[in-house]
C-alpha cells in the first residue's frame, strides 16, 4: 500500500507542476487551472494523510485503502471531466450564435453593398 500511495503522491505532484508550468505559460487559463488544481491537491492530500484514507475507507465501505483511493482518485477526475465537459458545452453553444450573427452581419453587408451598386447604376 505504500507504495501505491507513493506514486500517487508523486502524480499529484506532477499534475501540480504540470498546471503551474502550463498556467504560468499561459497554456492554459485560471480558471480552468482551478479544477486541476483541486484534483491534484486532492491526490496528494489522500495518499499522503492516512487518517482521512482510513476514514474514507471505513466511509465506503470497502476492505482495502487502495481501492478507496482509486475510487476517490476516479471521483475527483469524473467531476472535473464533467466540469470540462459543461465549458466545452457553453463554448460550443457561444461559437454557433457568433456564427449565425456573423452570417447576418454578412448578409447585411452583400445586402447593403449591392443596394449600392443599384444605386449608382
Not at 487559463?29 to 492516512?50: F, G, N, P, Y
Request: net charge positive; with cysteine.
Amino acid at each position: 500500500m505504500t507504495h501505491l500511495l507513493n506514486v500517487v503522491s508523486v502524480a499529484g505532484l506532477v499534475l501540480l507542476a504540470a498546471v503551474l508550468i502550463s498556467l504560468r505559460k499561459s497554456h492554459i487559463r485560471v480558471e480552468h487551472s482551478v479544477s486541476w488544481l483541486a484534483a491534484a491537491v486532492a491526490l496528494i492530500v489522500l495518499s499522503r494523510w492516512k487518517t482521512a484514507l482510513l476514514w474514507l475507507t471505513g466511509a465506503l465501505g470497502v476492505s482495502d485503502p487502495p481501492v478507496a483511493l482509486i475510487m476517490m482518485i476516479f471521483c475527483v477526475f469524473l467531476v472535473v471531466l464533467y466540469r470540462f465537459s459543461a465549458i466545452i458545452s457553453e463554448l460550443k453553444d457561444a461559437n454557433i450564435a457568433v456564427t449565425q450573427r456573423l452570417a447576418i452581419l454578412e448578409y447585411r453587408l452583400e445586402a447593403l453593398d449591392h443596394e449600392r451598386q443599384q444605386a449608382l447604376h
